[in-house]
């Protein structure tokens, strides 16, 4: 699995680059197709970083991850 790090990521922000990724528990996951994430936000939450720390205050758990790709693992 490719390694990326933070400031890698961070590029993925739906910004600087199409992509549109988010880091969570170590995997980062390519969001890019979800209409959710658009312009790289979601509610109060921004693309392109780690979520894991954020998500117990999410009205979801951890199984919404399960519907995108894994691209990388967050070093």
Not at 28 to 36: C, E, N
Request: proline share 3%.
């Amino acid at each position: 699995m490719k390694e990326y790090t933070k400031s890698q990521l961070a590029l993925r922000n739906g910004q600087d680059r199409d992509e549109i990724w988010v880091a969570f528990k170590g995997q980062i996951y390519d969001v890019t197709s979800s209409r959710l994430w658009r312009n790289g936000k979601h509610y109060e939450h921004w693309a392109g970083q780690d979520l894991t720390d954020e998500l117990p205050d999410a009205p979801h758990t951890e199984t919404v991850f399960d519907k995108f790709v894994v691209v990388g693992v967050l070093v």
